[in-house]
């Protein structure tokens, strides 16, 4: 097999960029994992406490929807492990969506293989040295994985077998990705369609879990995501799924060799279509709309789709409900009380997923200064703040333009489904009130840009915080004051809780004073060019 | 009242000094030759003189405002072409132009026809499928098409064929006839030797030279080489003479420009057959003031 000249060196090449970036990613969720457990571990000591829970957890048709089932209730791997293993899958398959695309697509676009292409490197070193990269860490984060668990007190056998499940997510990402980066010549449509298939495996998924038992329910075993969760550990420990993940692997890589066989480097398998010679763009606006009107279209199909499928279910909750499970939820406050809750849930989390539009679409600004485009638009009289709200308008009336269609469309959706539209309010607000801490976050990735403009990944990391913070900070047992740090912590969970106006009010401020401190900060500083 | 005015800029990166001092004045209406190894501190001052950098210390006004500040007002009357062209790779070319065009407050219509035409640049393509050049042209047409006071071009024909570089040149010199100011920084030193009234040569962050080409050649040796009717002896004891290379009756030598008629009453003790006198080429100035840099 010729053709991998020069891999190694591409490896270490890959390696050398990478070396913090993996590190820290696997390591944080290791402890993540670590202290998930112990936490658990803490909180149900007693089997039969456990058991309840579990049932209980498994009722929710929310927890179904973003974790899957608890296969084993009364197994301590399986509760302590529900939501870590899920946000283990998606983190790994994010990782090895963003190694395979740095290492190759990136790379040519940014010219940088140019450079290299005169030396001694055959023509499939490149993709060989992403790919062997993102297994590696896929190994890696599978071994630590099993390790956190099992070190945090459960079962070496349900920890390796979630370790391998976790290698097996990054794995099949690897292969997606392998041939999302053929498909297209630009670095950000490889991008849309590996976290584009990345998202559809989590609906696929979705779906299948929420309709277990019936015909739907097939439709688990159709996606990366499912796979992994069937592996079942801490509930049946089955290994042999895993040939499901490693054979689409191999059968990837292999149609990802052959297209990469027919194209030149840095071109697609899409011919380049000749484009207008008159443009209609006129100011910087006008600019960022085309920059960003793709992605933001994807956006709001996805959230609209989505949204669809939440609000159908609501009325399908009392579907999950076993008999000690109800009896739990009488004491919790009856099956309204669970309902309220499933909303308040659900739009918490598309709230998060509207953040990482909002996040994402505010850091183009980032992308525009350290390509050059921004020189040349701050070279005309536009000036730092119109350069900053182009964008910024953007991120802030999309986020909120996309939990609105969310709030609605679920309203609309199970108003069909139920035939009636007294409920569309207490449906939608849910959504609404959610936009307020969504709208902080965007703030405080344009303060990122502002002052920080070297590391723009902090924006990620805020972000990433406040979700660890939803999602774990009461199990791990954080100080409250820890766990107020997040915007997310202040506002009424609609239905759930009672509405109240000053958080709301607070939150919108607190996105005024971050907006106006962002525009300072970008007014004072100088243009960091690449 | 110049057009830009600079003193005693400093700029700092971290614990490089990219501007050390700088002091420099460009006259309305004139080619402002900008000259200086890679690293001096081009490209850095016409950031600033932007508005894209802020300086830590010294002051520079363009069209008598300030540049940081005054952004909005002065960009309008400034086009820019960077020296590193970055467009956005699914815009084709013909949309840049006008993109930028308009951003900057407006495009001659007639103008930019005429210069995608002159350029041969097809503005149909994406930018992503240009070459560098080609990337350059979009960035140059946009700024010859727009109606500003003064243009700031960073390299403006490193990446153009030589029939660009004189179809760019023949449009220089339109502006200028046309009152317009071009600052130019360039490393083609012919092309900024045919182009510029006055030139700066910049080092090390500040500016070494200054001054119009015969101005500056004045301060360097003119280039002399003779056929004589015989050996020539007693050539090296004249003053001011430097280079002297003998071979046969063929002479060839420096000599300062005050002390130039020494050197020809030597030749001429001599009797000469031909002779051929040049003035140092702006290559010659720029080169001699570098010397030192690599001893």
Known sequence: MKGFVGTWHLLRLAWRRDRVLIPATVISLAVLIYYSVVATLALYSNVAERVIAAKAAGAMPSVIAMYGHIYDPT????????????????????????????????????????????????????????????????????????????????????????????????????????????????????????????????????????????????????????????????????????????????????????????????????????????????????????????????????????????????????????????????????????????????AGFMALAAAVFGVGSVLRLHGEESSGHAEQILATKVTRTRFLASHGVIAFVGTAGLMILVGVVMGLSHAIASGGWSDFWRDSTASFVQIPPVLVIVAIACVVFAWLPRQPWVAWLVLAACFVLGEFGALLKLPDWIQQLSPFAHIPKLPAEPMSWTPVLILLALTAALVAAAVVGLRRRDLATA | MSIIEIRDLVKTFGRTRALDHLTMDVQPGEVHGFLGPNGAGKSTTLRVLLGLLKADSGHATILGGDPWTDIESLHRRISYVPGDVALWPNLTGGEVIDLIGRMRGGLDEKRRKELVARFDLDPTKKARAYSKGNRQKVALISALASDAEVYLLDEPTSGLDPLMESTFAEYAREMVADGRTILLSSHILSEVEALSDRISIIRNGSVIETGTLAELRHLHATN???????????????????????????????????????ALAALGRHGVSALTCQPPTLEQLFLSKYEGQLT
């Open chain 1, 75 to 346: 197994s301590l791997g399986g509760i302590g492990t529900a939501k870590v293993g899920m946000i283990g899958f998606l983190t790994m398959a994010i990782l090895a969506i963003a190694i395979v695309r740095r290492h190759t697509r990136a790379e040519e676009e940014s010219g940088r293989f140019e450079l290299l292409g005169a030396t001694v490197y055959g023509r499939r070193a490149p993709l060989a040295a992403a790919v062997t990269l993102s297994l590696l860490t896929s190994l890696l984060a599978g071994v630590l994985t099993a390790v956190a668990s099992g070190a945090g007190g459960l079962s070496w056998t349900g920890s390796w077998a979630m370790g391998l499940a976790v290698t097996a997510v990054g794995l099949s990402w690897t292969g997606i990705t392998a041939i999302a980066v053929q498909l297209s010549e630009s670095n950000r449509t490889c991008g849309a369609f590996a976290f584009g298939s990345l998202a559809l495996a989590f609906f696929v998924r979705m779906i299948g879990d929420l309709n277990e038992g019936s015909f739907l329910g097939v439709l688990t075993w159709l996606s990366p995501l499912g796979w992994a969760q069937q592996v079942r550990p801490f509930a049946g420990d089955r290994f042999w799924v895993l040939v499901i993940p490693a054979v689409f692997t191999l059968a990837c890589l292999l149609v990802a060799d052959r297209l990469q066989a027919s194209r030149d480097i840095s071109s697609g398998l899409f011919a380049q279509r000749p484009g207008v010679a008159r443009g209609q763009l006129g100011s910087a606006e006008d600019l960022a709309q085309r920059l960003q009107r793709t992605s933001l279209i994807g956006w709001a199909v996805s959230f609209a789709l989505l949204a669809v499928v939440l609000g159908f279910l609501i009325d399908n909750l009392t579907g999950f409900i076993t008999d000690e499970a109800a009896d739990m939820l009488r004491k919790m406050g009856g099956v309204g009380m669970m309902t309220d809750l499933y909303i308040s849930v659900e």
């Open chain 2, 224 to 262: 002399v080489a003779a056929t004589l009717r015989q050996t020539p002896t007693g050539l090296d004891r004249v003053p001011g003479v430097s280079n002297l290379v003998i071979a046969g009756t063929h002479v060839s030598f420096s000599v300062e420009a005050e002390h130039l008629d020494d």
